[in-house]
């Protein structure tokens, strides 16, 4: 038992957990007021993305332009359930059919569609965030990766799939709202989402969450489902020629890969409030493996840090310089990719790692002599 | 805490007192026009600007930054607003809405600001609005807009739909005996609500027919079916409500189809394209069509005049002022009207004083906030010429009535 938890969680990846944790759910609380504690919990929502695309690109060489997809769907299937809460009829007694959300009014329907009926349920939802992103996720996985297609022709495809989603939503806008999105959300089953002390258990539940997902990622990554990734995505064919089905590991990991965007989406619309097509396609897609690269793609960890190094630039840069921002951001991501090619991570398994081990080898080492020294004294 | 309540009571005594000794008019303590902790002081008062400065949207928001950039000056220039200089706080929604929402929340909560003049596509005032409502704050909204809207935390500086277009479409069926309508616009809520609104009163008011209705993917660009569809079906007006790059590729696809705008035949109206539209697409691509909206930079009335001049000193002399920025100028002067008459920057009470200020300088003309916290306004109706300006060709009588909730056009 101890022997199966220690290969798949070594002492340095355990401790290196443990300091993420602690930086989230203690450091971060304790040094920030609700405001920025929420922006954090809204960056560590895209982490999820960011961590699925270490295991997909990162260790299964599958590099997906259109992780927003799954990330929107989550999104959208957890604002459909709190849009239907707070359009209740006495909510929505000035439109023309009370009881349906406000946009599907503007848009003359005069009946909630069919799809939208399931999302009065919670438990429905709570399955169908998951599921949903998941189903559409193996359906396109196993039409490409059976095909053998991979490489830049998947990475242009999802990318397809990302645009024409966008496009989807934005167009049936009486059934999805539109460019707008599904805005002022308020409650969950009852509960107040707005409220201070809401933001503050939605924080810790996404940070809980995302720690749950990180040990998930980990363990695969030790598996031999791992081992078997990081051999596909050096040499695939000898993979296969061993007798493995290569597809059957990649539309998994895929799959998985979704799963965690969509719960990335869903504890996105829960803490910011509104779900809009501006997440699900091209440009916001691209962001997320930007997070990734940024934080280095080979480390699961260096996923979520990049996640919230960018972020927060993005957010401290936009406040100083309203004008300039963009810039500078664009500066950073150039400067990382080009002199830390396995960015954050790489920097610091490179440059900061070796420098701490020495300092606690000579920790250590400095020990033995004094307690000797003691010894002698005594004797 | 305690000796510092303590202080505040002190300092709020010796202040009575010493009103009362003297019985000098003194400016008010900061405590006494701010009672819910907003970012005043004896001598500022800090107000945020959030518009998109990046982005898409930027070319369309940046006029909005100047303009109100223009009033506060303009306002601090004039002493202020109850003895206080208004500074502000600038943040960049970067066309992407959720930053608007975080922004917004930035800056009434983090930043204490006592109005936030921004917020430009529905789509962003949507996200922003709960966040509004939730932290109590004040949003002078300048676009117009799609109506269906009416929050007690927004003061809506721009037209309402029904503002704008019903006194087009009447002017178009009374002056040029329109009878065939065409209806095309972008696809989203303020296209799509614009012509339910036009095409009841096409329908039902002015009794004629819509030949006609369609709508394009916002950044669309070949519009060469719909101009084959155009010309088959000869309508007597195209009523038009495409937006931002969309609007060049469209005009310059007309005029290569070989439609002379001039000729009126048919004849164009839009409610979108604005002088700053007009700049991307060419003054001579255009030429000939109508537009009908508020305001027009060639306005000729004392106020717009010197609106136009100050303008121009601050940011050049050649640049356009569109009928949103106009609109976005009026938002710090409107809130400093309100806070005047109520004598405090408390946004409740800014509220309560809200309806019925007026401003009689506004460029526009005279405009007055309504109790449903639109803008009465008057609208009229502009030619394009071939120099990029319109020249005003109509005036409705009247101010108009906003109605953002209009009964039998929904």
């Known amino acids: 038992m101890s022997y199966g938890l220690r290969s798949f969680l070594p002492k340095n990846d355990m401790i290196n957990i443990l ?22 919990g ?65 848009n003359q329907l005069t009946a909630l569609p069919w799809f939208w009926e399931p999302f009065h349920s919670l438990g429905f939802t709570m399955i169908a965030i998951i599921a949903v992103p998941v189903i559409f996720a193996f359906i396109v996985s196993v039409a490409m990766f059976k095909r053998r297609v991979g490489g830049v022709y998947f990475a242009i495809i999802t990318q397809a799939i990302a645009a024409i989603l966008t496009i989807l939503i934005i167009g049936q806008q009486g059934y999805t709202g539109g460019v707008n999105g599904i805005t002022d959300l308020r409650t969950l089953n009852g509960w107040d989402i707005r409220t201070d002390e809401a933001k503050y258990v939605l924080y810790f539940l996404c940070c809980t969450l995302l720690i749950g997902s990180v040990l998930l990622a980990q363990f695969v990554r030790k598996s031999k489902l791992g081992r078997l990734l990081v051999a596909m995505r050096d040499k695939e064919d000898r993979v296969r020629f061993s007798g493995y089905d290569v597809s059957n590991f990649k539309i998994f990991i895929f799959c998985l890969a979704a799963a965690l965007s969509a719960l990335g989406g869903a504890m996105f619309t829960l803490q910011v409030g509104f779900m809009s097509p501006s997440f699900v396609g091209i440009v916001p897609s691209i962001e997320m493996v930007i997070f990734c690269a940024v934080g280095g793609r080979l480390s699961l960890l260096g996923a979520v840090y990049g996640t919230l190094l960018v972020n927060w630039t993005k957010t401290v840069f936009s406040e100083s310089f309203p004008e300039l921002w963009l810039f500078g951001l664009g500066a950073l991501f150039i400067g990382v990719v080009l002199a830390f090619p396995n960015g954050l991570a790489g920097v610091y398994s490179t440059y900061i790692e070796p420098r701490l081990s020495k300092w606690f080898k000579d920790l250590r080492s400095m020990r033995p ?6 010894a002698d004294t005594r004797s | 805490m305690l000796s510092k309540t303590l202080s505040s009571k002190l300092k709020k005594t010796a202040l009575a007192l010493s009103a009362g000794l003297f019985l000098t008019p003194t400016i008010s303590h900061a405590d006494a026009v701010n009672t819910t902790g907003l970012a005043v002081t004896d001598d500022t008062v800090t107000v945020g600007i959030l518009h998109s400065v990046t982005g898409t949207m930027a070319i369309s928001e940046t006029g909005s930054v100047q303009a109100e950039k223009l009033a506060i000056e303009q306002i601090n220039a004039m002493g202020g607003v109850l003895g206080r200089k208004i500074e502000y706080i600038q943040e960049d929604g970067a066309s992407d809405w959720p930053t608007f929402a975080e922004k917004s929340k930035k800056l009434l909560v983090n930043d204490k600001v006592a109005a936030v003049f921004g917020c430009w596509t529905s789509a962003s005032r949507k996200a922003a609005l709960p966040v509004f409502e939730q932290y109590n704050g004040m949003l002078y909204y300048p676009t117009f807009y799609e109506g269906l809207e009416q929050s007690p935390n927004v003061i809506y500086t721009g037209q309402e739909a029904t503002q704008q277009i019903l006194e087009g479409l009447d002017w178009a069926a009374q002056t040029k005996g329109a009878k065939k309508y065409y209806l095309l616009g972008s696809d989203y809520i303020w296209p799509r609500t614009s012509n339910k609104i036009a095409r009841k009163h096409i329908e039902n008011v002015l009794k004629q027919k819509v030949v006609g209705e369609e709508y394009y993917p916002l950044g669309h660009t070949q519009f060469n079916s719909v101009i084959n569809k155009i010309k088959l079906k000869k309508p007597d007006v195209v009523f038009i409500s495409v937006v931002g790059g969309s609007n060049v590729a469209f005009y310059k696809q007309l005029k290569a189809a070989g439609i002379d705008m001039t000729k009126e035949k048919p004849l164009f ?33 004392e106020n717009n005049k010197k609106f136009v001049e100050a303008f121009k000193a601050k940011w050049g002399k050649d640049i ?18 309100a806070v005047e008459k109520a004598g405090s920057f408390d946004v409740d009470k800014v509220r309560e004083a809200s309806p019925g200020i007026e401003l009689t300088t506004a460029p526009e003309g005279y405009v007055k906030i309504h109790k449903n916290h639109h803008l009465w306004s008057k609208t009229r109706i502009g030619l394009a010429q071939p120099d990029g300006q319109y020249k ?19």
């Open chain 1, 19 to 40: 300091l993420l944790a602690v930086l989230i759910m203690v450091i971060f609380p304790l040094s920030m007021d609700i405001f920025r504690l929420n922006l954090v």
């Open chain 2, 320 to 337: 356009v002022i569109g009928d949103v920025t106009q609109a976005a100028y009026l938002g710090p002067w409107l809130w400093k009207a």
């Open chain 1, 42 to 106: 809204k960056y560590l929502s895209y982490a999820f993305v960011a961590l699925g695309l270490a295991l997909c690109w990162g260790y299964g060489g599958i590099l997906s332009l259109g992780q927003g997809v799954f990330f929107g769907l989550g999104g959208y299937c957890m604002a459909m359930f709190l849009k239907l809460e707070a359009s209740s009829p006495e909510n929505t007694a000035i439109q023309s059919t009370p009881g349906i959300p406000d946009f599907m009014d503007w």
């Open chain 2, 269 to 301: 109206l839009t409610i979108s394209v604005t002088e700053d539209e007009i700049l991307g697409i060419g003054g001579e691509n255009i030429e000939g069509i109508y537009a009908s909206m508020k305001y027009f930079q060639s306005l000729p009335n």
């Open chain 2, 392 to 410: 005003v060709v109509y005036e409705s009588d009247e101010l108009i009535e906003p109605d953002p909730f209009p009964e039998g056009y929904q």
């Open chain 1, 369 to 374: 002599p004094m307690a000797s020294s003691t």
